[in-house]
């Protein structure tokens, strides 16, 4: 399909009065301007339709469209149907296109000729921003210009919202959205995109606010239902019916039911706890079904020891010790004793949750990410310190010699430019933040670092944005993160003292407040 509009943005509409106008807002005031916008309306009596009316009145670029109740799949698939842009764009009327998104997403893909361009998501809560676990872990395995071959990791993006996808490759896979879903609908459609896609391009930038609404109008992922259940199932399965189709790598496969034991089914197991034991005994009995029908019992070992346990119990049918352990993961968790023993991490357990009360914490360990702190910046005598400390949960660092730190100014691709002074030292709060109780459980008192950045460490950059990453290492896990959080307070601080004056032109800071410096 040609055309000249650049993109589509494709907008569902129903009883999303509470946040239509911000949502709309958003994409208004996007940099990028050649754009439509589809506004279907999925039969509305809240007000919305009013809102999205407005709206469309004032900008030309917004076309409201209504009809009858049906869903949301039969809703996106209408509106696909009447766009007219070469890419797509797919937002849900409650979240939010931070500033400048589009056009990092249409640069990219026109620069790379990409099927599909991805970045980060970040939670909206009340104002606050926070990131998302889905998100961190298709990250954590950043590669600028990717298939899902070469970055399985893919399969952890499970929704098509946010992502900038070439029109003519969505109409040669034929995809539409699967009607007999209102509930985890964009899953397969998210994979097969990239199991088929020859060039994705990762943007390692914030471009999609997910918000999490309030207890008057809670999420799916809040609550749960039997037919929510049976409908991520569903979903599941088709899943897998594309992986037999197009025959993806073991890789892929794997990365799949990683992902269905750390995020699906925890999201699952982790809200039956609540449902009458009548109900909860049917629940356990279709999720395990699911379980053993695709193995995932063979994977248990490779999935942090909670979750493998919650795992075993559903198995089995034991609705009380999935209550116990759940009540454990939530209250308690943060308390269990790790040590080091050799190369292995042991967590020591209270006997009702693990009877042998000692296990081995490596598959723990590695899905969690590097978590990573700035405490304190100074600038004086033309340096700027940045003082915090790094760490893995559950991995236990008591003296800097525990682990190695490295700083780098790193460019847009996550190439090292310039390696930085780097100092560690003893952190005298383990988390990095306000000590919560229990939060001592893990020693972490090694963790420490402090930063020094100069005038003639950006001397000379090519023009471009930059950040200052730390990669980290101990007991054989290696990590990588942009420091952060930098309040507006530090940003201010540094840019006042105008140490960087004449290398960098400009201080900014993400979403995750992630300080960004601007060369040329």
């Given at each position: 399909?040609?055309?000249?509009?650049?993109?589509?943005?494709?907008?569902?509409?129903?009883?999303?009065?509470?946040?239509?106008?911000?949502t709309?807002?958003?994409?208004?005031?996007?940099?990028?301007?050649?754009?439509?916008?589809?506004?279907?309306?999925?039969?509305s009596?809240?007000g919305?339709?009013?809102?999205?009316k407005?709206?469309?009145?004032?900008?030309?670029?917004?076309?409201?469209?209504?009809?009858d109740?049906?869903?949301?799949?039969?809703?996106r698939n209408?509106?696909?149907e009447?766009a007219?842009?070469?890419?797509?764009?797919?937002?849900?009327?409650d979240?939010i296109?931070?500033?400048?998104?589009?056009?990092?997403?249409?640069r990219?893909?026109?620069?790379?000729?990409?099927?599909v361009?991805?970045g980060k998501?970040?939670h909206?809560?009340?104002?606050?921003?926070?990131?998302?676990?889905m998100s961190?872990?298709?990250?954590?395995?950043?590669?600028?210009r990717?298939?899902?071959?070469e970055s399985?990791?893919?399969?952890?993006?499970?929704?098509?919202?946010?992502k900038l996808i070439?029109?003519?490759y969505?109409?040669?896979l034929?995809?539409?959205?699967?009607?007999e879903?209102s509930?985890?609908e964009?899953?397969p459609?998210?994979?097969?995109l990239?199991?088929?896609?020859?060039?994705?391009?990762?943007l390692?930038e914030?471009?999609y606010?997910?918000?999490?609404r309030?207890?008057e109008?809670?999420?799916?992922?809040q609550?749960i239902?039997?037919?929510?259940?049976?409908?991520?199932l569903?979903s599941?399965?088709?899943?897998?019916?594309?992986?037999?189709?197009?025959?993806?790598?073991?890789?892929?496969v794997?990365?799949k039911?990683?992902k269905?034991l750390?995020m699906?089914?925890?999201?699952?197991?982790?809200?039956?706890?609540?449902?009458e034991?009548?109900?909860?005994?049917?629940?356990m009995?279709?999720?395990?079904?699911?379980m053993?029908e695709?193995?995932?019992?063979?994977?248990?070992r490779?999935?942090?020891?909670?979750?493998a346990e919650?795992?075993?119990?559903?198995?089995k049918?034991?609705?009380?010790r999935?209550?116990?352990?759940?009540?454990?993961?939530?209250?308690?968790?943060s308390?269990i004793?790790?040590?080091?023993?050799?190369k292995k991490i042991?967590?020591?357990?209270p006997?009702a949750?693990?009877?042998?009360?000692?296990a081995d914490?490596k598959?723990?360990?590695?899905?969690?990410p590097?978590?990573?702190?700035?405490?304190?910046?100074?600038?004086?005598?033309?340096?700027?310190t940045?003082g915090g400390?790094?760490?893995i949960?559950?991995?236990p660092?008591?003296?800097?010699r525990?682990?190695?730190?490295?700083?780098?100014?790193k460019?847009?691709?996550?190439?090292?430019?310039?390696?930085?002074?780097?100092e560690?030292?003893p952190?005298?709060t383990p988390f990095?933040?306000?000590?919560k109780?229990?939060?001592?459980?893990?020693?972490?008192?090694g963790?420490g670092?402090v930063?020094?950045?100069?005038?003639?460490?950006?001397?000379?950059l090519r023009?471009?944005?930059?950040r200052i990453?730390i990669?980290?290492?101990?007991?054989g896990?290696?990590?990588?993160?942009?420091?952060y959080?930098?309040?507006?307070?530090?940003?201010?601080?540094?840019?006042?003292?105008?140490?960087?004056?004449?290398?960098?032109?400009?201080?900014?800071?993400?979403?995750?407040?992630?300080?960004?410096f601007?060369?040329?």
């Amino acid at each position: 399909m040609s055309s000249d509009i650049a993109v589509s943005i494709v907008i569902p509409v129903y009883n999303v009065a509470a946040y239509l106008q911000e949502t709309l807002d958003s994409v208004a005031g996007q940099t990028f301007e050649d754009f439509e916008v589809i506004l279907m309306d999925d039969g509305s009596s809240d007000g919305s339709a009013d809102i999205a009316k407005a709206f469309a009145g004032r900008d030309s670029r917004f076309r409201y469209v209504r009809k009858d109740n049906e869903g949301v799949s039969v809703t996106r698939n209408r509106a696909i149907e009447l766009a007219k842009g070469r890419y797509l764009l797919l937002v849900d009327s409650d979240d939010i296109l931070p500033e400048g998104a589009l056009e990092s997403l249409y640069r990219a893909a026109e620069d790379n000729e990409a099927d599909v361009v991805t970045g980060k998501l970040m939670h909206l809560r009340d104002g606050v921003y926070t990131t998302v676990r889905m998100s961190e872990m298709v990250f954590s395995g950043y590669r600028h210009r990717t298939t899902m071959k070469e970055s399985p990791g893919l399969a952890f993006d499970s929704i098509t919202c946010g992502k900038l996808i070439r029109r003519s490759y969505w109409d040669g896979l034929g995809l539409k959205f699967p009607v007999e879903l209102s509930y985890c609908e964009d899953m397969p459609l998210a994979f097969r995109l990239y199991a088929n896609a020859k060039t994705v391009i990762m943007l390692d930038e914030t471009v999609y606010l997910w918000r999490v609404r309030g207890e008057e109008s809670r999420s799916a992922t809040q609550s749960i239902s039997m037919r929510m259940i049976e409908e991520r199932l569903t979903s599941l399965r088709m899943i897998d019916d594309i992986i037999r189709e197009e025959g993806v790598g073991a890789g892929i496969v794997r990365q799949k039911k990683m992902k269905s034991l750390l995020m699906d089914f925890n999201i699952l197991v982790n809200k039956i706890v609540d449902m009458e034991d009548e109900e909860m005994d049917r629940a356990m009995s279709l999720i395990g079904g699911y379980m053993k029908e695709d193995g995932l019992a063979e994977e248990f070992r490779n999935i942090p020891v909670i979750y493998a346990e919650k795992y075993r119990a559903l198995m089995k049918g034991d609705r009380d010790r999935l209550r116990k352990l759940r009540a454990f993961q939530t209250d308690r968790q943060s308390s269990i004793i790790c040590r080091r023993a050799g190369k292995k991490i042991l967590g020591v357990f209270p006997s009702a949750i693990l009877p042998l009360r000692v296990a081995d914490m490596k598959s723990s360990v590695a899905a969690e990410p590097l978590r990573l702190r700035v405490k304190t910046v100074t600038a004086a005598d033309g340096r700027i310190t940045a003082g915090g400390c790094a760490y893995i949960r559950y991995l236990p660092v008591r003296e800097p010699r525990d682990v190695k730190m490295s700083a780098w100014i790193k460019d847009g691709d996550r190439e090292r430019v310039r390696q930085l002074r780097i100092e560690q030292c003893p952190t005298k709060t383990p988390f990095g933040i306000e000590k919560k109780s229990n939060s001592n459980r893990v020693a972490y008192a090694g963790a420490g670092y402090v930063i020094t950045v100069a005038k003639e460490d950006f001397a000379g950059l090519r023009p471009g944005s930059y950040r200052i990453f730390i990669e980290w290492e101990a007991c054989g896990e290696k990590r990588e993160a942009a420091i952060y959080p930098f309040n507006e307070e530090q940003i201010g601080e540094i840019t006042g003292s105008r140490i960087l004056e004449g290398a960098v032109s400009s201080i900014g800071s993400s979403l995750r407040k992630e300080p960004i410096f601007t060369v040329g």
